[in-house]
């Protein structure tokens, strides 16, 4: 286990949306299907601005609430807004750090009292070369070191599959990849493109999450949850599953 992680505290959206939390749980058990052996997931996109890396780490933070030793890895170290989203006012170190040789990968792990079970790397600062960094050895020091740690779950936020070559790099650490699209915006071309880059990696794929779904419009959804929840708009984030389902099925 490791000593002396970094404490920091981040600001964290209001749990008060019944919507909201129920399509993370949801998200969590079809993951949890997917099989014991699924522990590092990979989540990434099509394209910037779909909602990713506000589902990586609300996934990571409700496995770590259900009791499990979860580890959330910023590993966007192209554009990330983790340390500017969550208002951390504290000077942090990440994985562009410990990538490069700056810290030792045991300086580069935080927590938050305030949510028992979750440990974060960060992303670090920007670096020009992400791709050289995720294929050098010190990466998989890295990640053998994670494995060690033995955690329930992991989850690997990443770049957008679509846009650069990162999450198809990280996939050689995954048990399986998670790709977001957003509902009414991420076309069928952008979507079979970002699909097959990740199948050429030969990686599991575990499904689609259909993010900012229009829940206001009418269906069974909407109202199911029309007596239990607010208007869910707390990130302008909706959760839905399309054309498959996160366990992959049809």
């Known amino acids: 286990m490791i000593e002396n992680k970094h404490k920091i505290t981040l600001t964290l959206a209001p749990d008060d949306d019944f919507r909201y939390s ?13 099989g014991s ?3 590092n997931i990979l989540i990434t996109s099509t394209s910037p601005n779909e909602g990713k890396s506000t589902i990586s780490f609300e996934l990571a933070r409700v496995f770590a609430e259900s009791g499990k030793r979860t580890l959330y890895v910023d590993c966007d170290i192209r554009t990330s807004e983790f340390i500017k989203v969550h208002q951390v006012n504290v000077k942090t170190v990440g994985l562009s750090q410990i990538l490069t040789g700056q ?14 079970n979750l440990d974060m790397i960060l992303a670090g600062p920007y670096s020009p070369n992400p791709t050289e960094l995720f294929e050098d050895e010190m990466c998989d020091r890295l990640f053998q070191f994670i494995k060690e740690e033995n955690y329930g779950i992991v989850i690997l936020d990443t770049a957008p599959v679509g846009t650069v070559i990162d999450a198809a790099i990280l996939t050689k650490y995954a048990d399986g ?14 979507f079979q493109r970002a699909k097959e880059q990740l199948d050429r990696t030969g ?13 206001t419009k009418g269906g069974y959804y909407n109202s199911y949850y029309r007596k239990y929840g607010k208007k869910y708009d707390k990130y302008g984030y909706g959760y839905g599953y399309g054309p498959s389902d996160a366990s992959g099925k049809k």
Do not use: H
């Open 22 to 34: 129920e399509a993370l749980r949801t998200l969590r058990t079809n993951l949890m299907f997917s």
């Open 37 to 39: 052996r699924v522990k």
């Open 103 to 116: 810290v030792p990968i045991e300086d580069g792990f935080y927590t938050d009292d305030a949510i028992p």
């Open 177 to 190: 990849a998670a790709l977001v699209a957003e509902s009414e915006v991420t076309s069928r071309r952008m």
């Open 203 to 215: 990686v599991r794929f575990l499904g689609v999450i259909l993010n900012k779904v229009n829940m």
